[in-house]
């Protein structure tokens, strides 16, 4: 009981609770309804107020998950590189791609874009090399002058003259573009038999990405790519967790976190500008969590100065990498708690819970996140075990950045009903639903996420009222100051309100 008596319903709950415990042996179907009402009030969106129109598009909706949920094959329940053309052929997923969604709170840099472009726009530019790795991977590099060799890769091959001897170009097209992404046509569970394997496969591509994406030029070009990417899904803002890299031009000079940070602002700016009803993007600088003491001390410092200098467009900082192999937040609690020894504000977007060793040191991290005041949780897939956790996220309104496709490729999860997310949307616990690495799961934008979150784990009772919820919550719980939070919840609720009254006949 003692969830129930924190409820706005606390006193309902008790009278009916006490009862039923009484006498009473058939049950008062009066009774069973309020219970059930009782339940679909604590929902996320379970408290909102619809209008008539947007009563006549849950109505849709509604008439439309059913018909989903009679599928044989239902496609939350299966991987997602099976269940992609489905979910794509599927009205609901129209309608949510059609849908306002506000922001897209946990996106990374490196794979905002869909990875086709990589290979159609970036390749395709002049003085690409490529050479093939010992571990079958690849590397590109942009060079004026033919490039160094690298260890453990074969002698560089200039894409343009390997292009020009060939009739085809698409098997090598499509060759550079498997080792770019995790999407595959063939059964995944084959192709990734264990995380182990599937978390190598993930930090490989990020690596055969790398030489492409940190070229000045492509950098600049993909950027833009990816704000239209999210812009033309119907999202309006974006919190892009960034590794701010140097960025290399032709001639090999490179460039410093400060001027990659600046770049972001200015095509931000320029975005926004071309693109009024864009609201616009902000910048959460990683590092990886397998440097060690002294690189990190440094890179805290770094950003304190950074979330100083440049605060409209910094929102804050965060630990990128795999948790279960990398070192925990309280391993660099000396660095994480600079900040605040040194009266600098730095706000912290920590990945944590993103595991199912339960119990280990790593499963500490949410505790440990909370700790550390982090304004979200990245992931949160563990917090059911976390009770206290859990009470503290909710109390302190600590949101939850729930990514289901990337939960299951990455092998937390099979069946998308059984997403954790599923008990905190029952009950309205503070989450936003988000895209991770869009580019490396096959997908772009935020609706397939949507789609997952929507039909899989929000079941047949979630509504109209919890896709407003979801969007509302991705302003409420964005790094936005309060006033612009504001402005950018006046700018949702026009397109909001567009789109309901376009799609409610
Ligand atoms: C790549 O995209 C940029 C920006 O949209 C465009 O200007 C350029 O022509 C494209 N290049 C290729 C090779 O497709
Ligand atoms: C190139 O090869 C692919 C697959 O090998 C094939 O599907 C495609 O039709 C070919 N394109 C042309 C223009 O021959
Ligand atoms: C990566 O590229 C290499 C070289 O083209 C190719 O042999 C390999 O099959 C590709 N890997 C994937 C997963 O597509
Ligand atoms: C930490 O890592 C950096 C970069 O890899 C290295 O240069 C440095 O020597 C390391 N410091 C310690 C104390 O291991
Ligand atoms: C977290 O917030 C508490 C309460 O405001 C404060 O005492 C503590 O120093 C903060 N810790 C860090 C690491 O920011
Ligand atoms: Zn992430």
Redesign the pocket.
């Known amino acids: 009981m003692a969830v129930l008596l924190q409820r706005p319903h606390a006193a309902v709950a008790c009278l009916l609770w006490c009862s039923l415990s009484g006498v009473l042996s058939i049950p008062d179907p009066r009774q069973r309804e309020a219970l059930i009402r009782l339940e679909a009030s604590m929902q996320t969106g379970g408290q909102m107020v619809l209008t008539d129109a947007e009563q006549r598009l849950n109505a849709l909706l509604f008439k439309m998950k059913q018909e989903e949920v009679m599928r044989a094959d239902f496609p939350p329940a299966m991987h997602f590189f099976k269940a992609r053309p489905l979910i794509k052929n599927s009205p609901i997923f129209s309608l949510l791609h059609k849908m306002p969604k506000g922001g897209a709170l946990h996106v990374h840099d490196l794979s905002m874009v869909d990875m086709e472009w990589l290979v159609k726009n970036a390749t395709y530019r002049p003085h690409c090399y490529m050479c093939?790795t010992d571990s079958?991977?690849?590397r590109f590099v942009f060079s004026s002058q033919w490039p160094k060799a690298l260890p453990r890769c074969s002698p560089w091959i200039l894409l343009e003259n390997l292009r020009a001897k060939l009739v085809n170009t698409t098997d090598?097209d499509?060759?550079?573009?498997?080792?770019l992404t995790l999407f595959?046509d063939q059964d995944p569970e084959t192709v990734y038999p264990s995380q182990d394997v599937i978390w190598d496969?993930f930090e490989q591509a990020f690596l055969?990405l790398w030489g492409l994406v940190t070229y000045a030029p492509v950098f600049r070009d993909y950027y833009y790519e990816g704000l239209t990417q999210f812009y033309m899904d119907n999202v309006m803002y974006v919190e892009l967790r960034a590794l701010l890299p140097e960025i290399y031009e032709l001639d090999g000079s490179s460039h410093d976190t400060t001027w990659t940070l600046k770049t972001y602002q200015e095509i931000t700016r320029q975005f926004t500008a071309e693109h009024p009803d864009f609201f616009g993007a902000r910048i959460i600088f990683t590092v990886h969590r397998g440097v060690n003491m002294s690189v990190m001390t440094g890179v805290v410092e770094k950003a304190m100065k950074l979330q100083r200098d440049f605060s409209d467009i910094m929102a804050g900082f965060d630990l990128v990498g795999r948790e279960d192999s990398g070192r925990p937040l309280w391993y660099f609690r000396d660095a994480l708690s600079l900040p605040v020894e040194k009266g600098a504000t730095l706000p912290f977007f920590f990945h944590a819970g993103e595991t199912d060793l339960e119990g280990t040191e790593v499963d500490q991290n949410l505790l440990d996140a909370l700790l550390l005041n982090t304004s979200r949780i990245g992931h949160g897939f563990a917090l059911l075990r976390h009770p206290v956790a859990k009470d503290i996220s909710r109390k302190r309104g600590v949101a939850v950045e729930v990514c289901p496709i990337s939960n299951q490729v990455m092998m937390l999860v099979k069946d998308l009903r059984n997403h954790p997310a599923a008990a905190l949307m029952s009950e309205n616990h503070p989450l936003v639903i988000s895209s991770d690495d869009p580019g490396m799961f096959g997908t772009s934008g935020l609706s397939y996420d949507f789609y997952e979150a929507f039909v899989g784990f929000g079941g047949i009772r979630s509504h109209i009222g919890s896709l407003k919820e979801l969007a509302i919550n991705s302003i409420r719980y964005s790094s936005l100051t309060p006033e612009l939070q504001e402005k950018a919840m006046a700018l949702w609720q026009r397109r909001w309100d567009k789109f309901v009254s376009e799609n409610s006949s």
Do not use: C, E, F, K
């Open positions: 093939y079958q991977s690849i090598l499509n060759s550079i573009m498997g080792n595959t496969r055969a």
